[in-house]
């Protein structure tokens, strides 16, 4: 089945720092890719997505571009800042289909002053 | 202009009671989906529901758990003789579609703790 793997953590960053969060999935077709945000005790919260290969979702100064060719979908931003703070979750719908999201487990960003 | 809204937002039961969580979507929104996450742990599909239907429950278990979104009113999701495996978040998300296309709007959560 349908599937998202992230990259392990808790990542621990100083501010400014580059930020690379690792995300792979294996799907059948050609889902949609989203990255969600976290923070301690809310919901989730969209901070962007793609929906077709070689698309670029980017807000707030994170970005991501949806490969289809190594299947990935990870993320990045230039300078962290500490309210960057927050549990990242990428995750995959089955466009189409039922539309329910398949979650990678989560990476913890920590980000010192 | 509210997002889901759920309710309660906190929850304790004892073992063996019933817990009722609450949903309200997005107003124009008649797709409703259910997550759970346990601590620690990224979030699971458990139901998605669409007005007085129930489209895709594979993700629920068989046994004490049900899901409902009526015509008029919220989405509940009930859990029956609850036990302690049941403790986690539950999340709620509603869209316009099942395409995904302009994302899911996510509710804050009923975090509930069995006792």
């Known amino acids: 089945g349908d599937s998202v793997t992230q990259m392990e953590g808790p990542v621990t960053l100083s501010e400014e720092a580059f930020l690379t969060i690792n995300c792979t999935y294996t799907?059948?077709?050609?889902?949609?890719l989203f990255w969600y945000v976290q923070y301690p005790g809310e919901g989730l919260q969209l901070l962007l997505k793609?929906?077709?290969?070689?698309d670029k979702g980017s807000n707030k100064g994170f970005e991501a571009t949806y490969r289809k060719e190594t299947t990935s979908f990870h993320l990045e931003k230039g300078s962290v800042q500490v309210s960057d703070s927050a549990v990242y979750f990428c995750?995959?719908?089955?466009?189409?289909?039922?539309?329910?999201?398949?979650f990678g487990q989560g990476t913890t960003l920590q980000v010192k002053p | 202009n509210a997002g889901v809204m759920q309710n309660p937002r906190h929850l304790v039961r004892r073992r063996g009671q019933e817990a009722r969580l609450r949903c309200s979507p997005v107003k124009g929104h008649s797709h409703v989906y259910w997550y759970r996450q346990l601590p620690e742990e990224g979030l699971k599909f458990m139901v998605y529901l669409q007005k007085e239907n129930i489209i895709d429950e594979s993700g629920m278990p068989k046994e004490r758990f049900s899901a409902e979104f009526p015509k008029e009113g919220p989405s509940i999701l009930r859990i029956q003789q609850v036990v302690r495996g049941d403790s986690a978040a539950y999340f709620c998300a509603s869209s316009t579609n099942s395409i995904g296309d302009y994302g899911y709007t996510f509710g804050s959560g009923t975090r509930l703790t069995v006792v």
């Open positions: 995750a995959l719908s089955d466009r189409g289909n039922t539309g329910k999201l398949i």
């Open positions: 799907a059948t077709g050609y889902p949609s």
């Open positions: 793609a929906t077709k290969a070689d």
